[in-house]
């Protein structure tokens, strides 16, 4: 039986980005038995960001205090993400979206069996592309490269299926305690943050049954 992984994560946090991979490189150090099923929950780090979103240098001088601040803390991220093999192209980024769209988005690759695709493309084209992931045309362009049928994610993002249920899933992530992403369920065990892909590794062999990763 495979183990189930809850990702709960943003497509503006850095963070979650880095976290992913590392739980990738977690789940490529497992036996080939094992097998790992993930399932992508959503968070807003800004649940009051207007649809249109803002302009990233302005939303980030009013959260940090200063430009300064803000240019510091991404070039820490830049170099984290040097390490990982991930690159965060801050200086392309104009715009702080808002993600409920891009989460609806994700609601609906679940269901066509595209979330992993469909995640990555939507990091990949915020952190390296600079794409503002609240513009519908960025949203049925990335989803075209999912693999999703055009025609229907156009219909999909003008209407409003599945708006009631991502609402309930993001309310059902704070009532369980989720402050802060990335956050990993792996079976029964929560794991808090970017950490290693040694302590996810860990947390998916206990999983698993299997005993932790130092001990194999």
């Not at 080939?32 to 992508?40: D, H, N, P, S, T």
């Not at 093999?85 to 104009?94: E, R, T």
Request: with cysteine; hydrophobic share 45%.
């Amino acid at each position: 039986m495979p183990i189930e992984v809850t990702v709960v994560s943003d497509f503006i946090c850095p963070w979650c980005l880095i976290g992913e991979r590392r739980l990738r490189k977690a789940i490529a150090t497992l036996p080939g038995e094992i097998k790992v099923e993930l399932a992508f929950r959503p968070f807003e780090l800004n649940p009051d960001m207007p649809p249109e979103g803002r302009d990233r240098t302005a939303y980030r001088v009013a959260k940090f205090g200063s430009l300064e601040r803000s240019m510091a803390m991404d070039a820490q991220i830049v170099a984290i993400g040097q390490a990982e093999g991930i690159a965060f192209n801050y200086d392309k980024i104009a715009r702080t979206p808002s993600t409920f769209a891009a989460h609806r988005l994700m609601w609906l690759a679940a269901r066509e069996r595209k979330p992993e695709t469909l995640a990555d493309l939507l990091f990949a084209a915020y952190f390296n592309e600079g794409q503002d992931l609240g513009s519908r045309s960025v949203l049925l362009a990335v989803a075209a490269r999912a693999g999703l049928a055009p025609a229907r994610v156009e219909a999909f993002l003008d209407g409003d299926e599945g708006v009631a249920d991502v609402r309930a899933l993001e309310m059902q992530a704070y009532q369980a305690g989720v402050s802060g992403v990335p956050y990993f369920q792996v079976g029964g065990f929560g794991v808090v943050g970017a950490q290693s892909p040694e302590i996810l590794a860990d947390a998916l062999r206990r999983a698993a049954g299997i005993g932790n990763a130092s001990a194999a």
